[in-house]
């Protein structure tokens, strides 16, 4: 289970330790920053250059490897007795350019002041973790610097087993360094019969050279020896690029240098050629090893690296403004929008013309048919389920309907306003005079009263005798006409104020709905021209 309480080192930390690395230099540490995380614990975070609440800071008493781990670095520092009234939190540890590297959770501590009746010495302990612990060095200002007693003790401790006692020197008795070396211009330290030996035989070896001496014919990468050697650039990239044989690999060139390989049959992938052709291998030591390949004609170039025993990254082509990275921005066929008429070189419009697929062998992957397809007035769409690819589809909407019913309303009975239209005669007409058909003959029955007439009329007597045989009829008469003048006349109709009523009832109307729209369909837009890279 990981620890609750850690220190980690920032970002500003990680980079220094690495240009440290690289430069094969050092960083100081100086100082620890306390805080109180503003009443709470805070997670330690890579981006933080500060600690949340700083309430103390002072300069680090001591920064040792742990025996344990060699890449752990302990760092402690003394919280002094007239210091606190607070808790402690969060730790940082800050080096001598004031950058925070790095930053640590702390268990909940309470630091006591003198005043508030106690007090103690706290010394606070953060461990990080580095690649490389030597590179962390501890820069301490010993008149500031508080020390513990476990620091005392320890310290005399480690004198009394150490050889760190005073060096003999030039005037005074001590303890004495032996050294092999011949070349060494120290006084503090003594030459081991070993070195005195070398440097006999070497001053034996020269005054014998001295004797034949060394003739000025011979030269030094082409310098003769008459006169002082200016050694060149020249010198170093010309005459002594080292050529690459057919059989080497790239993977095992780690020595700086300057190499090239002068066939393009040499250059294959199997011995880890960025490309198939000749060129000039530039290696680079740093904390890793870098190679920079670059191709022979052209201005194409390479860069890989590699770290300790680590695979080698892959080859990274570099562009430039003769090698521009558009393939990988857009690929051989992709449609490139361009708000010119004037087109770049290298390119086409895209207007339906056909293409040389043997000279442009890229652009036929993507186009097989040997045709760029015609972009004027067209608009790219995603390929869907079953479609093919690059097929046309004509503009069209999507099947849809209208609804033009208006909704039915009963509209009740409408009663107009009451109108009083007044008194409206007829035209004049002249009936004429009319005159009635000839009709009106006709007889009486009479009574006889027990006359046997032989008329075989009803009796109109109450008579014993009053059968058909007693009546008379009178003779039949009275047939007239009559004569009607009507004459030319007028009638006059008083129409009066009345009102009408109109029943509506339930109904519905036909909306007919119009055309309307442009020709075609579309959408906003800003005409550009489509072009394709040749290749």
């Known amino acids: ?38 009443g709470q614990y805070v997670e330690p975070s890579e981006t933080q250059t500060s600690v949340v609440n ?30 606190g009234g607070w808790y402690i ?26 005043p508030a009746g106690a007090s103690k010495q706290i010394v606070i302990r953060a461990v990080m973790e580095v690649t490389n612990a030597t590179v962390v060095t501890l820069m301490i200002d010993p008149t500031v610097v508080v020390a513990t007693r476990e620091y005392v003790d320890f310290s005399i401790d480690e004198h009394e087993k150490s050889r760190n006692h005073p060096d003999a020197t030039l005037t005074q008795k001590g303890f004495t360094q032996l050294n092999n070396s011949v070349d060494s211009t120290l006084e503090t330290q003594a030459a081991t019969p070993r070195a005195v030996k070398e440097a006999y035989d070497k001053a034996v070896a020269t005054e014998q050279l001295m004797d034949g001496k060394v003739s000025v014919t011979r030269k ?28 080497v690999d790239l993977d095992t060139f780690k020595t700086g240098g300057i190499y090239y390989q002068p066939l393009n049959v040499n250059a294959i992938a199997g011995k880890n050629y960025p490309e198939q052709a000749a060129g000039s291998l530039l290696v680079l030591k740093n904390a890793g090893t870098t190679q920079i390949y670059y191709v022979y004609n052209s201005s194409r170039s390479y860069t890989r690296s590699q770290y300790g025993t680590e ?49 442009y062998p890229k652009l036929a992957i993507a186009y097989p048919s040997g045709v760029i397809p015609d972009m004027r ?50 035209s004049s007409f002249n009936h ?15 009574p006889t009263d027990s006359v046997d007439t032989g008329k075989n009329m009803q009796s109109l007597w109450s008579s014993d005798k009053s059968d058909e045989d007693y009546r008379d009829v009178t003779s039949t008469n009275g047939n007239h006409a009559h004569t009607v003048a009507i004459g030319a006349h007028i009638h006059s109709l008083a129409v009066g104020a009345h009102n009408h009523t109109i029943v509506l009832g339930s109904h519905s109307h036909t909306i007919t709905v119009n055309a309307a729209g442009n020709a075609e369909n579309t959408v906003k837009n800003i005409s550009f021209n489509y072009i394709v890279r040749l290749a």
């Open 220 to 247: 030094v990468n082409g310098h003769a020896l008459s006169t002082d050697i200016n050694v060149t650039s020249q010198d170093i990239f010309n005459d002594q690029a080292i050529p690459l044989a057919e059989a």
């Open 311 to 359: 695979p080698w990254t892959p080859w990274a082509q570099q562009y430039n403004s003769q090698n521009l990275n558009i393939a990988g921005l857009y690929p051989v066929g992709a449609p490139i929008p361009w708000p010119s008429d004037a087109i770049p070189a290298d390119y086409a419009l895209m207007y339906g013309q056909t293409f040389d697929r043997a000279r």
């Open 1 to 38: 289970m990981a620890s609750e309480f850690f220190t980690i080192l920032t970002a500003a930390g990680r980079e220094k330790i690495a240009a440290a690395l690289a430069e094969q230099k050092q960083i100081f540490l100086q100082t620890m920053v306390v805080g109180d995380g503003n």
């Open 377 to 426: 007035g067209w608009m790219i769409k995603g390929n869907a389920t079953g479609r093919k690819i690059l097929s046309a589809e004509l503009d069209g909407i999507k099947t849809h309907s209208h609804t033009g019913t208006a909704v039915a309303t009963d509209l009740g009975t409408k009663t107009v306003n009451a109108t009083d239209l007044g008194t409206k005669n007829t």
């Open 54 to 83: 700083e309430v103390w800071r002072g300069q680090l008493n001591t920064l040792k490897l742990a025996p344990e781990n060699p890449a752990w670095v302990i760092a402690e520092a003394v919280l002094p007795e007239d210091v």
């Open 432 to 446: 004429g005079t009319k005159v009635t058909n000839t009709t009106g003959a006709h007889n009486h029955q009479l």
């Open 89 to 114: 939190r969060e730790v940082g540890l800050v080096d001598k350019d004031g950058d925070l590297i790095a930053i640590g959770k702390f268990p909940e501590t309470y630091k006591p002041k003198l």
